[in-house]
């Protein structure tokens, strides 16, 4: 079964850094994009960037380019988005997606950040 | 970057009608369009794609259909627990682009 399995839970402070993961499983992890999508409280969905684990390269939205890193390391087939500097406008709830080209759509369970003080 | 507008953006329906959601895209893309379920909570569920497959396990009573920039959802028989938010997503190209969503309510 083809699946994306999340970190859990995370509750941080305005400044703090923060790195969440994503591991693929049941596929070639690195024949396919992994994408991250936020989605704020009420809101709708919103795509954030894309990382190719053939090759590494990594794409923003450029809403958000400069403010996250996105990554992966093929060798446990984990993807990652990461702050160095969380807000808190950064709480939401955090997905990874397998969106690639016309193959079926898989996504993770999700993994709600809140950043408070 | 490819605008995705979804209409209406909500709606309210009885058990067994026939529901349709529409999806316009500003520029052609092809067949590179997806439609998912999100229910409160949960995380969006793949309900077609590339614009008319329908993925393994869902329900028959949903379709999809068009091509270029002009796409539709359709569910044939409103069953109780169809009442959730859905979104197109084109994966034609990068920026990915979601529409706003329809919210889809009890009548």
């Known amino acids: 079964e083809v699946q994306l399995v999340q970190s859990g839970a995370e509750v941080k402070k305005p400044g703090e850094s923060l790195r969440i993961s994503c591991k693929g499983s049941g596929y070639s992890f690195s024949s396919y994009w992994i994408s991250w999508v936020r989605q704020m409280p009420g809101k709708g969905l919103e795509w954030m960037g894309r990382?190719?684990?053939?090759?590494?390269?990594?794409k923003y939205s450029p809403a958000l380019e400069g403010h996250v890193t996105i990554s992966a390391d093929n060798s446990i087939s984990t993807a990652y988005l990461q702050w160095s500097s969380l807000k808190a406008s950064d709480s939401a709830i955090y997905y990874c997606?397998?969106?690639?080209?016309?193959?079926?759509?898989?996504w993770g369970q999700g993994t709600v950040v809140t950043v408070s003080s | 970057d490819i605008q995705m507008t979804q209409s209406p953006s909500s709606l309210s329906a009885s058990v067994g009608d026939r529901v349709t959601i529409t999806c316009r895209a500003t520029?052609?893309?092809?067949?590179?369009l997806n439609w998912y379920q999100q229910k409160p909570g949960r995380a969006p569920k793949a309900l077609i794609y590339?614009?008319?497959s329908l993925q393994n396990g869902v329900p028959s009573r949903f379709s999809g259909s068009g091509s270029g920039t002009d796409f539709t959802l359709t569910v044939s028989s409103l069953q109780p627990e169809d009442f959730a938010t859905y979104y197109c997503?084109?994966?034609?190209?990068?920026?990915?682009?979601f529409g706003g969503g329809t919210q889809v309510e009890i009548k």
């Open positions: 997606a397998r969106l690639h080209w016309n193959d079926v759509p898989v």
């Open positions: 990382f190719d684990p053939s090759d590494s390269d990594a």
């Open positions: 520029q052609n893309i092809g067949s590179y």
């Open positions: 997503q084109q994966s034609y190209s990068l920026p990915l682009t």
């Open positions: 590339a614009a008319t």
